[in-house]
């Protein structure tokens, strides 16, 4: 099976702008989430997508949203763009429905915010 | 909410040797599981050990193994034989709750250096 992956690998935006970031999670998975990871704040939790709808949302601002397609691929927006924007964007998929169940996570995408 | 915490930002160890990595959370609930992940310099997050806590007896995984103490709240890994590959982010997990779905709440991390 082929693992979880995010494109782009690499972005770079300037502040105000938007981005879009992709998660093709693993064949049969339905579970998406996300996680944004800085040197910090560590890892913290962004959002889960279930089925194309989304299960539960972490402590981040309005201008994080994501969705989630019938084929379960993923998407993640960020709109106007700040500095501390800047991160690495993990995306994990899981078989099950609680994190019980092993999470498999892709490479990650790298954003920089100038 | 769930508290996780690992003390130790940063450690090494000589190739062969063993070492212990510590992590401590804070849950009311008492059936629940504990992750240690690996994240090696290439990124790309792997799961390492796995611990189910109504299990007493420790998890193990080839030369990975747990020292879990329910009572304490304490799941510490230890790696033992270290390989240079064994170089990476390890970090401690802890899934959201029963309403929590897939999230996983992280503790903040040690990087790991093994020494040839």
Redesign the interface.
Known sequence: KA?VTQTPRYLIKTRGQQVTLSCSPISGHR?V?W?QQTPGQ??Q?LF?Y?SETQ??K?NFPGRFSGRQFSNSRSEMNVSTLELGDSA?Y?C?S?G????????F????TRLTVL | AQTVTQSQPEMSVQEAETVTLSCTYDTSENN??LFW?KQPP??????VI?QEAYKQQNATENRFSVNFQKAAKSFSLKISDSQLGDTAMY?CAF??G?N??????????TRLMVKP
């Open positions: 693992g579970s989430s996680y560590g890892l939790f889960e279930f299960r539960n972490g690495l993990l994990a899981s099950g429905q609680s994190a019980y169940n092993e999470q996570f892709g490479p990650g | 629940y599981y992940y290439s990124r790309q997050m792997i799961l796995r970090f899934p959201g029963n929590a779905g897939n999230m996983l709440t992280f503790g903040g991390g």
